[in-house]
């Protein structure tokens, strides 16, 4: 049994959950609302492969299905993991895709990753804030996957000048360690200090406005779908 307890502000709404009221969770394995693991077939194995390497050579499913000579619907169903295709089907899909036909099956086994990081051992990045006393360290490797996650260790040097052009896909959570900021989103700010975090929508325009202290430093998080 679980407990619930705290509060949530988004923008101009604050969530309060019932203080002690116990919620019921069948199998609770994880604090996370993710979906539990399922069982990786090997059809949903294969047609990640092949969805995955479609998007990569930019190809739409009429365009690869036209390509390996068989039906839009055919493809559709084995990228969905829908039905057991046979090898003849997987051979020209492959040679479409100008791949061996072994790198579909690559997936069904795989090695699950994780990224160690020493403290003081993150990788120093170069991006558009570097110029202006932005301090950036990448603090581990997005492992294999459709979706990239990039957790960076930024500090904000005495001389650093505020920027707010930041603007790329996917999501990006800060988490405020030291000093205080002035972080503005879209047509929003937002006055943060050590322990305050927000989540936006990075496809906006972003950045620290105004730096209230001397000693900024704070967890960036952005996470995207990889091309």
Known sequence: ???VKGTVKTDDTTLESATNTPLEVDGLKTASG?????VRTLEKSIG???????KISDLTVAELSSAAGISTGMLSKIENGQISPSLSSLQSIANALNMPLSS??????EQRECSFVQA?????????????GHHYELLGRSPAGDTVVEPYFI???AGAEPYTGFEHEGVEFIYMLT????????????????GDSILFDSGALHGPQDLL??????????IYSRR
């Open 1 to 3: 049994m679980a407990k």
């Open 34 to 38: 993710a979906p539990t693991q399922s």
């Open 48 to 54: 990640s492969q092949v969805r995955r390497n479609r």
């Open 104 to 109: 579909l099956f690559s997936s069904h086994d």
């Open 120 to 132: 003081g051992k993150g990788v120093a990045i170069q991006r558009r804030g570097t110029k202006i």
């Open 155 to 157: 500090r904000l040097s």
């Open 179 to 194: 000093g205080e900021v002035i972080y503005a989103h879209a047509d929003r700010t937002y006055h943060l200090k050590p």
């Open 213 to 222: 202290a001397p000693d900024i430093t704070y967890l960036s998080i952005i």
